[in-house]
């Protein structure tokens, strides 16, 4: 649907005001599809995100200075979300032997359970969220563009 009907303004000042307001209402209606999907599982967004970057490190330990740096979502309180994933027996948190002021968090079984059914059945898949809707070289031209944007 085009975003002028979708948020009932006809107009705009110019392209770049359109396709500002547009990148914001895209990122905005992807959050909550991906919130949406992952409600099953009773994770966040973030949640999952954090998961993700543990496994990408296992066996090996994370810092939260480390899930700050990788996070997709730089606003989100890191130690928070482990928190609330160490209450859920997803992740552990451990005094690091070597530096014992910093905390190494590790994904559990169980994370790493969840992670391959969320990955099975597909929930986090891209093509769930329109992008099945574009071709590669659109795909690969819209990757460009989001660059340049933040270049």
Partial sequence: MRLEDEIKQPTFQNEGQKAYINL???AGWLSGRQ????????????????L?????QHPKPATVALLIERMLDKTSNASRIVDKLEEKKLVTRTVC???????DICITESGL????????EGTADPSRNGFNQLSEAE??????LLDKIRS
Avoid at 35 to 50: I, K, M
């Fill in 24 to 26: 914001a209402f895209t």
């Fill in 35 to 50: 919130a949406a999907a992952f409600r099953p599982y009773s994770l966040t967004l973030p949640q999952f995100n954090v």
């Fill in 52 to 56: 993700r970057i543990l496994r990408g």
């Fill in 97 to 103: 032997p070597a530096n014992r002021r910093a905390v």
């Fill in 113 to 120: 359970r969840l992670l391959r059914q969320i990955d099975d």
């Fill in 139 to 144: 795909l690969h031209q819209l990757n460009l």
